[in-house]
């Protein structure tokens, strides 16, 4: 308050230049909401909370993928063959309307045409589809299956 004051009375008597003046006003306003705010401290919001208690919650699959004991989309060979095995494996799954969207997103990764089926899956039924799906396709030459049933 006296801070004010003086600042008030410099003013009406000239003694402080405007620049200054806005200067010592800035200050006061950011020291006054600093004093009626105080600390302000991140707590963790809900949706973290929740998120580590539910199946969202995947730090363990991603430790293992990151580990390169498991393979991944990346590993995906990049020859003609495969590219194609993939491509006609993913169709033959989009085509079935009657599996999960977790199952039309399953991970399908092609090495010398052996598959590798990765990822969540509703049931036990659509993970021996999903397998039986891509032994069909002309090129196969073995499936590994590592699709997870969310519900045996």
């Given at each position: 308050?006296?801070?004010?004051?003086?600042?008030?009375?410099?003013?009406?008597?000239g003694k402080v230049?405007?620049?200054?003046?806005?200067?010592?006003?800035a200050l006061?306003?950011?020291?006054?909401?600093?004093?009626?705010t105080g600390s302000a401290r991140a707590e963790p919001s809900t949706s973290t909370m929740v998120a580590a208690n539910?199946?969202?919650?995947?730090?363990e699959r991603n430790v293992r993928d990151s580990s390169g004991a498991t393979l991944t989309p990346e590993?995906?060979?990049e020859t003609r063959r495969d590219v194609k095995i993939t491509k006609a494996i993913r169709k033959a799954i989009i085509?079935?309307?009657?599996?999960s969207v977790d199952a039309h997103n399953a991970k399908i990764i092609t090495r010398n045409g052996v598959v590798t089926l990765r990822g969540p899956?509703?049931?036990a039924d659509e993970k021996a589809k999903l397998q039986s799906l891509a032994e069909a396709i002309r090129g196969v030459k073995q499936v590994d299956n590592q699709l997870e049933a969310k519900n045996p």
């Open positions: 308050m006296q801070i004010t004051k003086l600042c008030l009375n410099n003013l009406t008597r230049a405007m620049p200054k003046l806005l200067s010592l006003i006061m306003l950011t020291a006054g909401l600093m004093l009626t539910t199946e969202l919650e995947n730090t590993d995906q060979k085509k079935q309307k009657s599996l899956v509703e049931n």
